[in-house]
């Protein structure tokens, strides 16, 4: 439904605020929600439970239990993520970025992130028209996502719990927008940075690198 690249990954602003994007766009929430334990998935469980007005309608589980979605990721790992990880451990090597240094990490999230969400969107649409094909005992029906959403078997449930209007006010003041940088006055200093010398936004990772090192003496 969404893979998104942020600066955090156990927020529970943002991770309940990826939620409200999907539930808006398709109209609905889900009849039910499982995640795992992570303290990043409270807001999102109160938001479902409210939203549908149906207790159990989150339920918790461990992660190792989804076996299906452990195997994608590992294939996320070889496939997509690995080039990524390599292009950053080789400015480690060089002594341009060192982890933990908190305006460097900023300022790697500000030149890298839009391409790595780029790359994410690209991921999800070939996930989505893509063909799955059968397999022995498998609980999920055979197909191309897209279509099995979009035009279902006769046989199939509707499990869309259509939205009932505005959300509570207390758990709409919780949400939080996604951002590259998670220091706002930090964005707003690279933004001008970028501006004033005319730097472009990077298209490549090449010329996000370029960039990142441009950034440097500024964020010293």
């Known amino acids: 439904m969404w893979l998104r690249c942020s600066y955090s990954n156990h927020a529970p602003a943002l991770i309940a605020s990826y939620f409200m994007d999907c539930t808006t766009a398709v109209g609905g929430f889900p009849h039910r929600v499982r995640t795992d334990l992570g303290t990043e998935n ?24 989804n ?3 452990e195997s994608w990721w590992s294939f996320f790992r070889r496939v997509h993520s690995q080039g990524w990880i390599d ?14 240094n908190v305006k460097q990490t900023e300022c790697l999230r500000f030149c890298f992130m ?6 994410l969107d690209n991921i999800v649409r070939e996930w989505n028209t893509h063909r799955i094909r059968p397999s022995a005992g498998a609980r999920c029906p055979a197909g191309i996502p897209e279509e099995l959403y979009f035009l279902p078997p006769a046989s199939a449930h509707d499990c869309l719990i259509p939205s009932s209007g505005p959300l509570h006010p207390h758990l ?22 970028r501006q004033f010398h005319g730097w472009n936004c990077p298209q490549t990772a090449a010329e996000a690198q370029w960039l990142y090192m441009n950034l ?3 964020a010293s």
């Open 42 to 65: 409270v807001l999102l469980a109160a938001i479902q439970e409210w939203a549908t007005g149906r207790r159990g309608s989150h339920c918790y589980g461990t992660s190792p239990a």
């Open 216 to 218: 440097m003496p500024y």
């Open 172 to 193: 709409l003041n919780q949400l939080q927008c996604n951002r590259p940088c998670e220091d706002e006055s930090f964005l707003e200093y690279v933004l001008y940075l």
């Open 67 to 69: 076996q299906r979605i």
């Open 87 to 100: 292009i950053f451990e080789s400015l480690v090597a060089s002594g341009v970025f060192q982890p933990g």
């Open 114 to 119: 839009h391409l790595i969400q780029s790359e």
